[in-house]
């Protein structure tokens, strides 16, 4: 199939099965890198990520002692023969860094620590040693906000109608209305006459309602708990719910009390004031890390300090290592929280490109998503010198602007699923354009403008100035399909963000937030068309529903609905196996004696989309949900597969046929052909086409020039990121904009129509 030689060794793989994979072995080449392509779904990530990686981190983790493994993230036993050749494997996934309040770019990169070590040695006047200059430390944080920079008040006007009294239920917050067991320690701590509206309350009573700190009454109304202390509304608040796990179920009610605004001690530095006074060059550490990292740099080319110089030399090599791979515009002080999946792989690969350790294979999913084709260029020179240094890179990915990059393509299909799971081509990228597979085929086809449509309607947003926009003032187009495109950083979601604020009509928001994933959680349960089956059933044999609930009365007794049985190995990894009692079919015996249309529950949910469509086409409650499924492009999969084993492309795709069908609306979208392949992404700028001609709205944040342009309407933001951004470069039509010098999209589209 395949010129190519292997100078250098290969890891060789040999007859693996992992998830949908047929007996797959392959030849993977060493010091190069190699782009696996194919459908979403097509078995990529189980070869690259399941069998290769898995089996590489499990082999790492075995090198330990038992003690340590079991701090150790576990990794399964993949389902392979073996793996021969196999280097260390470091994964580099599209995952945020995490929800850490107190971390930022700068302490989770260890520049932050660098920083301090150079206050401290270097900065005049001297105030203690490298500790001093830490937020998450009590020598360095400011008291009132304990290092986070903000602090949380409570807006007592959201939280009280004074019209009403207790029994009415004057305290709003949803766990304090009448008759739950918080309002009682009001209502019959004798304190109050229960009947009295609030605005007839004196200034004392309100105090002592709202205020009063934590104390032991002396008497007590009652039906008052005996050994109760009694607290303000608003303390009681902030101790037992602002920051405890039983936040989480009040999500929405907190937002509308809480107001957030910057530590009035600290002024959002997080610091000490005594910290703040010590100065390097004029310049305080908070100010350093409140500049982007470009002006970081400049601040440390100005330091001459003899004691510095290793310190400096260190920074500067960190540092711009972010700048080369397109992350200058970050400031030190950004929240880890806030940063995208892109910026986030981005910064691991900036990490990895200092490291002196070669030898390794590197694996990363999709680099490209988040990412504008003028950044790719950014990150495709990136990966370039981490091979060149001695590595072995591994690359799924869907956008055919990093496949230039390939020494070797792999291409996984023929199709999904159950249909998937073969190599179907191996060789160079030049071979893979020759080729007669569905990539080859697909990405033979010329590129073309789409059929652009009238602007009937639009929504004026004037002076924008979130986060990074400049007075941003711009028509929104309705009734058609917009795009909003520009480097990554450079003010895309901040202009949707406002957009969202000024819409009077509802919109459905499908931002890249991730499905609640668990094993029982399936398409069926998902689209909520098992309970519908489930009544089908129930209705069909004369028996309650709960008997058709893997969750219920019809789970196997041995896996209690799960289909396997978990072990836990201490410190070895849990033995996954299939149920031995209902082979892996979730229900007991009795369930499945009861059938419809000749199929038992379980027989059903092992149908494919597809064929549960034609299943149940009368049932329209049942039909329709699946007829969206298979719109976007999932007829393939099982009513029954765990969400768990669906691809991140899967996973959009799923989101967005729950929204389907509704007309009249505004469709709000992040990135929707993120893991998709050419195909699927053709499929769904039809899907596009079809809900604009039903009279709906899309407002779409997007990278692929394939989308942009069929687009109707095209929002440039540029013309860099950060505070070099937050600016239009250009709105109008997709096919004006390659004549605008200042748009790096429409320069981008000029030359993917040539290409």
């Known amino acids: 199939m395949t010129s190519y030689s292997f100078p250098h060794g290969a890891i060789d793989v040999y007859d693996a099965t992992q998830n949908n994979l047929k007996h797959v072995s392959l030849r993977v080449p060493k010091y190069a890198t190699t782009v696996f392509v194919g459908l979403s779904g097509s078995g990529k990530s189980s070869l690259v990520f399941d069998t290769i ?10 090198t330990f002692p038992s003690f340590t493994q079991q701090y150790l993230p576990k990794y399964g036993q993949p389902h392979v023969g073996h793996i021969e050749h196999l280097p260390v494997a470091i994964v580099i996934a599209q995952q945020r860094l995490g929800k850490n309040a107190r971390s930022t770019l700068a302490t989770y990169t260890g520049i932050y620590s660098l920083l301090r070590l150079l206050f401290s040695r270097v900065g005049e006047p001297f105030i203690g040693y490298s500790d001093s200059f830490s937020f998450n430390l009590p020598q360095g944080m400011c008291p009132t906000c304990q290092g986070l920079g ?16 207790l029994n009415e239920g004057a305290i709003t917050f949803v766990s304090f209305a009448p008759d739950t067991w918080r309002w009682r320690r009001y209502a019959t701590s004798g304190l109050f006459d229960n009947g009295k509206p609030i605005k007839d309350y004196s200034a004392a009573e309100y105090d002592l309602l709202m205020h009063a700190p934590q104390q032991k009454l002396a008497h007590p109304g009652e039906g008052f708990p005996r050994t109760a202390l009694y607290e303000g509304v608003v303390p009681r608040i902030k101790r037992s719910i602002i920051g405890k796990k039983e936040a989480e179920h009040h999500r929405d009610a907190i937002a509308a009390i809480v107001t957030r605004k910057p530590c009035p001690t600290c002024d959002g530095t997080r610091l000490k004031p005594v910290v703040l006074t010590n100065h390097i060059n004029g310049v305080n550490i908070a100010q350093v890390t409140a500049m982007d990292l470009k002006h970081v740099l400049t601040f440390l080319q100005a330091i001459d300090a003899p004691l510095a110089q290793d310190i400096v030399r260190e920074l500067t090599t960190k540092i711009q290592s972010l700048v080369d791979i397109g992350l200058g515009y970050l400031t030190l002080d950004r929240g880890t929280s806030s940063l995208s999946g ?10 990895y490109l200092t490291s002196a350790l070669v030898d390794m294979v590197y694996i990363l999913d999709e680099p490209s998503v988040g990412l504008h084709p003028h950044d790719i260029q950014l990150i495709k020179q990136a990966l370039t010198k981490l091979k060149d240094k001695g590595n072995t890179i591994l690359i799924v990915e869907h956008n055919p602007a990093m496949f230039t990059l390939a020494d070797y393509v792999v291409e996984m299909g023929p199709a999904a699923g159950r249909t998937g799971g073969n190599v179907t081509f191996t060789g160079t990228y030049d071979e893979l354009l020759a080729s007669d597979t569905l990539t080859g085929r697909w990405l033979r086809q010329p590129h073309k403008w789409g059929q652009e449509r009238p602007v009937q309607a639009h929504l004026a947003l004037h002076h924008i100035n979130e986060n990074n926009l400049h007075d941003v003032s711009v028509d929104v187009p309705l009734g058609v399909m917009t795009v909003v495109s520009g480097v990554a950083g450079s003010g895309k979601s901040s202009l949707v963000t406002a957009l969202k604020r000024q819409l009077k009509t509802a919109y459905i928001d499908l931002a890249q937030t991730p499905v609640g994933l668990n094993i029982r959680s399936t398409p069926a349960t998902y689209l909520g ?3 519908q089956i489930r009544q089908l059933f129930a209705k069909a044999n ?3 529903t709960s008997w058709f609930s893997y969750n219920g009365k019809g789970a196997c007794p041995r896996c209690k609905g799960k289909g396997v049985t978990i072990t836990n190995m201490a410190f070895m990894d849990p033995v996954v196996q299939t149920c031995e009692l209902c082979h892996g079919q979730r229900y007991n015996e009795t369930a499945l004696s009861y059938a419809y249309q000749g199929k038992t529950i379980a027989d059903v949910l092992q149908m494919s989309v597809t064929a549960a469509l034609a299943f149940f086409a009368t049932m329209d409650k049942v039909a329709q949900p699946l007829k969206n499924l298979d719109r976007v492009g999932l007829g393939y999969l099982t009513l029954a597969q765990p969400l768990t084993t669906l691809s991140g492309g899967e996973l959009q795709r799923l989101k967005l046929a729950v929204e389907l069908g509704k007309q009249g609306t505004v469709y709000l979208l992040d990135e929707p052909t993120a893991g998709l392949h050419l195909q699927d992404t053709q499929r769904l700028l039809k899907l596009f086409d079809a809900l604009v001609a039903a009279g709906n709205s899309l407002i779409i944040i997007e990278h692929n020039l394939a989308v942009i342009s069929q687009a109707d309407w095209l929002i440039d933001v540029g013309p860099d990121a950060g505070q070099y951004g937050g600016r239009i470069q250009y709105s109008g039509t997709p096919r004006a904009a390659v004549d605008v010098p200042t748009s790096r999209t429409g320069a981008a589209l000029k030359a993917w129509l040539t290409a």
């Open 542 to 544: 004369g028996v309650a």
């Open 529 to 531: 068309v098992l309970d």
């Open 150 to 165: 903000y602090v949380d008040d409570i807006d007592e006007q959201q939280l009280i109608d004074p019209e009403k009294s």
């Open 342 to 351: 892109g910026e986030a792989q981005r910064i691991k690969i900036a990490k």
């Open 53 to 62: 990686a898995a089996a590489s981190r499990r082999e790492l983790n075995e």
